[in-house]
């Protein structure tokens, strides 16, 4: 928390003068946009991965758990393992569905619908990248989920009151690990970087590259809306 004195100077809790100039510094550095993702199914043929990068909406990045024992007599625990939390990918659902059948036929390969047999991990696992961009789209870190599959397919409301709101499926991934890459801006290969923003701007996404937001760091802040407009 900070507290104004004068005009150009703030008090932090710490007692420690911070100047306007300082603060707008790093502000201008910039922050990382929640909604500058992209989401890499590894069972995806390369033709339709980028239909499914536009269409997942939502992510989420793998957090760190460590799973500990109860406290002892000496108020103490201790960490025993590492645990991969699942993560929710949500997707829009284009006119012939086929974001739902692709994830319903996952499924099943996973447990045969017929006879509930289960296959082997081997036959539906695949890896997933989620990658994190900046604002001039590069690449800032990319997270890699290993042996993922869908664990659920959450049921979809149907609703006679909803007539101009695009369908939506949220999948709960669950995966063996997941490694994660910083890569501290690095640009990806120019034609499939332009590529892609001609794509985002064709659905009405803000060009990340526009001169408002290179001009005023805490304009996308304020009007950031979603990845679709």
């Known amino acids: 928390m900070y ?3 004068e005009s150009q100077v703030f008090i932090t809790e710490n007692k420690m003068a911070v100047s306007i100039n300082s603060i707008k510094a790093n502000i201008n550095k910039g922050y990382a946009r929640p909604n500058l993702f992209t989401v890499d199914l590894g069972n995806v043929k390369a033709s339709k ?7 997942c909406f939502q992510a989420q990045l793998p957090g760190n758990t460590i799973a500990t024992t109860d406290k002892d007599d ?3 625990s201790v960490a025993y393992k590492k645990v991969f939390a699942d993560i929710i990918l949500g997707f829009y659902c284009s006119s012939d569905l086929k974001e739902l059948k692709f ?8 447990v045969d619908k017929n006879t509930n047999q289960f296959n082997v ?9 989620i990658t994190q961009y900046n604002r001039q789209w ?5 997270w890699k989920l290993s042996d993922a599959y869908p664990k659920q397919v959450d049921a979809i409301q149907l609703d006679y009151g909803t007539n101009n709101t695009v369908m939506t499926c949220n999948v709960t991934m669950t995966y063996r690990h997941y490694d994660v890459t910083y890569l501290n801006g690095e640009i990806p290969d120019m034609v499939d970087k332009l590529t892609d923003i001609q794509h985002l701007s064709a659905h ?6 526009s001169e408002k ?3 005023d760091p805490m304009w996308e802040i304020n009007n950031q809306g979603g990845k679709f407009k």
């Open 3 to 5: 507290k104004y004195i």
């Open 204 to 209: 009405g996404v803000p060009s990340v590259m």
């Open 138 to 142: 590069g690449r800032v870190a990319e």
């Open 121 to 129: 991990p081997e036959k539906y696992i695949w890896p997933i990248t």
């Open 74 to 76: 000496g108020f103490r």
């Open 213 to 215: 937001n290179k001009t």
């Open 103 to 110: 994830f319903q036929q996952w499924i099943d390969i996973i």
């Open 49 to 55: 991965a980028l239909e499914y990068r536009l269409n």
